[in-house]
């Protein structure tokens, strides 16, 4: 899967409470779970107003730390973000990420990329091209078997389509 998007950049140990907070739970459909999508994080009025679909989010390190609600993927899926690229995840928010079909990737140079910038994604290979500065970076991939079911639209389409 390749991706072009312009980024929105969240710092370190954004928690799910940030991506998704939890006054929005009873929420069941998606649409209206999208529009709260980033909503406590610091800079999420503006992500929220701002963001088109094919847009991506970087941060720092422990992205989606906190409470296991897969709510967080559904939303930052559904509100248009293709791709989520941080420092490191936690290891929930990695699970829910690929169970509900949000491509994510670990880069260890984050800090080289700011709001803004346009970058272009190979999610196979891992080579994230940062066209505003012309750096190039590689990423570590999830698994191919993640790969496949993120692919897929997640865990339960996959499953689907192994039938």
């Known amino acids: ?6 980024v929105w950049y969240f710092g370190d140990d954004v928690d799910t409470d940030q991506i998704y907070p939890g006054m929005y739970l009873p929420l069941t459909d998606k649409q209206e779970m999208a529009k709260h999508a980033m909503e406590g994080a610091h800079g999420g009025e503006a992500f929220i107003q701002g963001v088109q679909r094919g847009d991506m989010i970087i941060a720092g390190k422990n992205f989606g730390c906190g ?14 973000v293709s791709m989520v690229i941080a420092k490191s995840f936690a290891r929930i928010f990695h699970r829910n990420a690929v169970n509900t079909g949000l491509p994510i990737l670990m880069l260890e140079h984050v800090d080289e990329i700011h709001d803004g910038d346009i970058l272009e994604v190979d999610a196979a290979t891992g080579v994230v091209v940062n066209t505003t500065n012309s750096k190039t970076y590689t990423a570590k991939t999830v698994s191919r078997l993640e790969q496949e079911i993120m692919a897929a639209g997640g865990l339960l389409n996959y499953l689907k389509t192994t039938e």
């Open 1 to 6: 899967m390749k991706v072009r998007g312009r």
């Open 67 to 80: 409470s296991s609600r897969e709510h967080a993927t559904v939303a930052i899926r559904g509100i248009g």
